[in-house]
Nanobody, 123 residues
């Protein structure tokens, strides 16, 4: 069983930055970040392979967000720069042992989830 705990959310102004962390207990494989705004479906943000050598980003965050991981600390990070009001959401960390590229973007493909951390970007 894998447990995930996110931290680092908060309130920031447009153009600001935040770094989210996801601490995992137990071995994790593919790690992803998703977000969910009120009244909207949970959407894919980014994912990273176990080695960290492969990353994938949603078009809406590419060039602004960076995912990374430190396997020695069992922690995944999401550096968010140039934040926009439309980035406001609850951000969730997720993990899955194996996933195809086709299923990578679907939240239904992930087996483990954190409790979420709120990110609010004010205009």
């Amino acid at each position: 069983q894998v447990q995930l705990v996110e931290s680092g959310g908060g309130l920031v102004q447009t153009g600001g930055s935040l770094r989210l962390s996801c601490a995992a207990s137990g071995r994790t494989y593919v790690m992803g970040w998703f977000r969910q705004a009120p009244g909207k479906e949970r959407e894919f943000v980014t994912a990273i392979s176990w080695s960290g050598g492969i990353t994938y980003y949603a078009h809406s965050v590419k060039g602004r967000f960076t995912i990374s991981r430190d396997n020695a600390k069992n922690t995944v990070y999401l550096q968010m720069n140039s934040l926009k009001p439309e980035d406001t959401a609850v951000y969730y960390c997720a993990a899955v042992e194996m996933v195809t590229m086709v299923d990578l973007l679907s939240y239904r493909s992930y087996d483990y989830w954190g409790q979420g951390t709120q990110v609010t970007v004010s205009s």
